[in-house]
């Protein structure tokens, strides 16, 4: 149960960390790309966009890190050897891959490469190594 509790604190971390950044990045970039200008026409406000983004956000990534919380208890049952940084190794490949597969898409684009790598790399950083250790610690 630690493991499902510590994705849900993960998932809203990351949710509470990356929604005023995303829409700092929308509201940038509302001059180069058609996407930004549908969903933040000029004159947004930055902080009406980021509540939206958060609510969004704190939906998807604490579900996902509830999802991700329940691997991870299934792995840690089978209790595989740490590696890769992590003390479980097999999850944090499962997670490596998962931000593989949704990644490699988006970095096709590159009005939001720099920006999918960022987000990749925090999304790989907080759930596939930090998840591990807070729910170790629990």
Known sequence: MAEVFAGF????ALALALSPMAAIGIVRSNDRTGFAQRVAP????????AVVL????M??????????GMALAGLEDRRPDGGLGSPNMLYTL???ALTAVIL??????????RYALAAGLIFLVAF????PWLAEAA
């Open 9 to 12: 604190v993960v998932g809203y």
């Open 42 to 49: 000029e004159g947004t406000n930055v902080v009406a966009l």
């Open 54 to 57: 958060h609510f969004a956000a």
């Open 59 to 68: 939906l998807l990534f604490t579900a996902l890190g509830m999802i991700l």
């Open 94 to 96: 499962l997670v490596v």
């Open 104 to 113: 490699i898409p988006t970095i096709a684009v590159p009005a939001v490469r």
């Open 128 to 131: 596939g190594w930090a998840m």
